[in-house]
């Protein structure tokens, strides 16, 4: 019944910066993780980030140290705030929630709700 909707893609040049956000209307779950994912094309779905019902965040190297995972609860809506834009950095975005949380589980095969993607481009 979640139906998570991304916004805040496009293109910008590196070094550069993006917001992303992740509605997630009808969210009522107490215990969740909540994360991005991103596939470029000919690649598997890589993870981003996550952020758990305790407020605990989760980086895959790669952006560590620049993209930020965040969630305004009154909202139901994630953001990930990414800094210092690289062209690998160039996917489709996907948002995704799971009724587990995070430190209980950690795959993709975690999430029972996927967005149907956000596309960010970083031009080399």
């Known amino acids: 019944q979640v139906q998570p909707v991304e916004s805040g893609g496009g293109s910008v040049q590196a070094g550069g910066s993006l917001k992303l956000s992740c509605a997630a209307s009808?969210?009522?779950?107490?215990?969740?993780?909540m994360g991005w994912f991103r596939q470029g094309p000919g690649t598997v779905r890589e993870f981003v980030a996550a952020i758990d019902s305790g407020g605990s965040t989760t980086y895959a190297g790669s952006v560590k140290g620049r993209f930020t995972i965040s969630e305004d609860s009154t909202k139901n809506t994630l953001y990930l705030e990414m800094l210092s834009l690289k062209a690998e950095d160039s996917a489709m975005y996907y948002c995704?929630?799971?009724?587990?949380?995070?430190?209980?589980?950690?795959?993709?095969?975690?999430?029972?709700?996927w967005g149907q993607g956000t596309q960010v481009t970083i031009p080399s």
């Open positions: 995704a929630a799971g009724a587990v949380d995070c430190v209980d589980c950690g795959g993709a095969h975690c999430y029972d709700y």
């Open positions: 009808g969210w009522t779950y107490s215990s969740y993780c």
